[in-house]
């Protein structure tokens, strides 16, 4: 997507805008803001090649439209998930910015590559819920990621965009070095909805951002399907890669 927009020439010469990757100057008259053509290069899109119900994606495997083994026996409570892109470098690196550093610097890069990707808002869904935060976690970080990257994906003023119909009612430990089980575990009783009247009969689009084994999304899924949601799919930035 280029589009010139002519006080933005204006900006750069007195502002000029950076990588927030590699800290070289990008030249934004390509449409590039926060991330330069090198390192946009970097980014390894997602096609079909993830499991069309949990998400999971393995090295070196392309197939489209596939149920992985795991999906066969012990779906998730989820339908569908989508990522934008791999979990790698440089989205690993912007992502982990925003998510412990409280560096909102990164956004305008993350903004740049969900406009060139194909993500496109399916238009299905009734509400787009991002996984919430503990009140203590959100006041801590000053804001919630999830809803950050929900604006970017599916637009700043989306009136679908929901923030209190599920709420996160217990402080967790960080799911990372956790192995499945104690990720499962470590959720339970986490989560649970408000005005449950508002989700019966719903589609739902659970935004987070990044898909690791999914229990997070799980548990959310779970909890919006016992309120009566009739489906829940799931939506993140960045999806892992994991080898067979
Ligand atoms: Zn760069
Ligand atoms: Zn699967």
Redesign the pocket.
């Known amino acids: 997507m280029k589009r010139i927009v002519p006080w933005r020439a204006l900006v750069d010469l007195v502002l000029p805008d950076i ?1 927030r ?4 100057t990008v030249n934004t008259r390509d449409g590039l803001h926060g ?2 053509d ?2 946009l290069d970097q980014v390894k899109y997602r096609g079909k090649d993830g499991c069309r119900r949990c998400g999971i994606a393995y090295v070196g495997h392309v197939d489209s439209n596939h149920l992985c083994g795991t999906c066969l026996t012990r779906p998730p409570s989820y339908h569908g998930a989508t990522s934008v892109c791999d979990y790698a470098e440089p989205v690993r690196g912007l992502l982990h910015r925003l998510k412990y550093q409280s560096d909102t610097s990164v956004l305008p890069s993350l903004a740049t590559i969900v406009n060139r990707s194909e993500w496109a808002d399916p238009a299905r869904f009734d509400w787009i819920i991002p996984v919430p935060l503990y009140i203590g976690r959100l006041r801590s970080r000053g804001y919630n990621q999830a809803v950050l990257l929900a604006r970017l994906l599916f637009g700043n003023r989306n009136e679908r965009l929901n923030t209190f119909l599920l709420q996160r009612v217990r402080e967790t430990a960080p799911q990372a070095g956790l192995d499945g089980g104690e990720r499962r575990r470590n959720l339970r009783g986490a989560f649970s909805v408000e005005r449950s009247e508002l989700l019966v009969g719903r589609c739902i689009c659970l935004v987070d951002d990044v898909l690791t084994t999914g229990a997070t999304a799980n548990a959310c899924s779970t909890v919006l399907l016992k309120a009566g949601v009739c489906s829940v799919e799931v939506v993140t930035m960045a999806g892992v890669r994991v080898k067979r």
Do not use: N
């Not at 990757?21 to 070289?24: A, K, L, P, Q, R």
């Open positions: 990588c990757v590699c800290g070289v991330i330069c090198t390192c």
